[in-house]
């Protein structure tokens, strides 16, 4: 496992490194202070590291949400978490508000109260049908992820014609309007729900054999639920707030994960906040280099690699 974390960080730090140098060609070289410089240092760079942050809490976030559901198809996505920031970003855009609280841009705060509205609703759905069993907290999300879902195209309906452009633009998941501060307004989100998540890692590994087996571990599992929820909420919050929804990379990097590197969450969690990362900044990569003079959303190359995954694993699940 440490020679597996080994090579995954040293596979990081090259597409860290390398993958600002991909796309329309840059010449530093002939002239590094000039247009090529300025486009090198202040877009490629800080959008490969909004890639990575971005992939990374999309992809952890997934793979806790997993284990507690026992569920390889469970997501932030598909539980509501994002639906609901989504929402709330949404409402944003089209009152036009703007301000920010402690350096904390507003946009950002919105999208954590659609979230914690969401995981709110959620956990009274679960109780209201008998209980936060497992198969209740799914169910709920599902319901308030396409709730969440239709009340955002209502907004887009009534929006006037610049707000519904930016929206429409803004739910296909892009990191064209990436810079660094972007990137410092998703960092203390991924910081800090990545420190909540390791905090539990040996609680996920009980949780995804099962609720009993971790109550009889000494888990109180209502407590570690609803911090695990808190910490994906606000991971999803700062990446919907900058990126907007970008989906299947919390479904298909920790399945890719858990195939090549077992299913022990002390070292899994780490292997897939790096893997994620990776991944989404080479498919940002992709997007950026495929059209030129525009940018291809990157929630687009996300969505066509992963609805085939996605069917692949259903048809799997079926089989079994």
């Known amino acids: ?24 060609s840059l010449i530093l070289g002939a002239d590094p202070a000039g247009l090529d410089g300025l486009v090198f240092w202040e877009v490629r760079v800080p959008r490969v590291l909004l890639a990575f942050l971005c992939g990374a809490a999309l992809a952890l976030g997934g793979l806790v949400f997993q284990a507690m559901f026992r569920n390889s198809l469970a997501t932030p996505y598909t539980l509501g978490v994002a639906s609901g920031s989504t929402f709330s970003v949404a409402l944003w855009i089209n009152f036009g508000l703007s301000f920010s609280v402690l350096g904390i841009t507003g946009v950002s705060l919105a999208a954590l109260v659609g979230a914690l509205l969401s995981v709110t609703l959620v956990y009274n759905l679960a109780r209201f049908s008998g209980g936060l069993a497992t198969v209740s907290l799914l169910l709920g999300g599902v319901i308030l992820s396409f709730f969440f879902s239709s009340l955002t195209m209502l ?3 009534f929006a006037d014609a610049g707000s519904m452009f930016k929206m429409m633009r803004w739910t296909m998941g892009s990191l ?8 410092l307004q998703v960092l203390p989100f991924v910081v800090s729900g990545v420190l909540l998540i390791v905090q539990y890692r040996r609680e996920l590994d009980l949780l995804s054999i099962g609720d009993e087996l971790a109550m009889s571990r000494g888990v109180e599992v209502k407590k570690v639920r609803r911090m695990l929820f808190f910490a994906v909420s606000m991971m999803m919050a700062g990446v919907v707030s900058v990126c907007g929804p970008i989906g299947f990379v919390g479904i298909m990097v920790p399945h890719f994960c858990r195939m090549l590197f077992g299913v022990v ?5 780490w292997m897939t906040f790096l893997l994620g990362g990776i991944f989404l900044v080479w498919c940002d990569t992709l997007a950026r280099s495929v059209t030129i003079g525009a940018d291809l959303p990157v929630g687009i190359i996300t969505s066509l690699i992963g609805g085939p995954f996605f069917l692949i694993v259903l048809l799997r699940r079926a089989r079994v």
Do not use: N
Not at 176 to 183: L, N, T
């Open 176 to 183: 064209g309007q990436a810079d660094m501060d972007a990137v």
């Open 265 to 269: 969450h002390r070292e899994l969690v």
């Open 155 to 157: 907004v887009q309906y």
């Open 1 to 24: 496992m440490k020679r597996h974390l080994l090579i995954l960080i040293a596979c990081s730090v090259l597409t860290l490194l390398g993958a600002p140098f991909l796309g329309e």
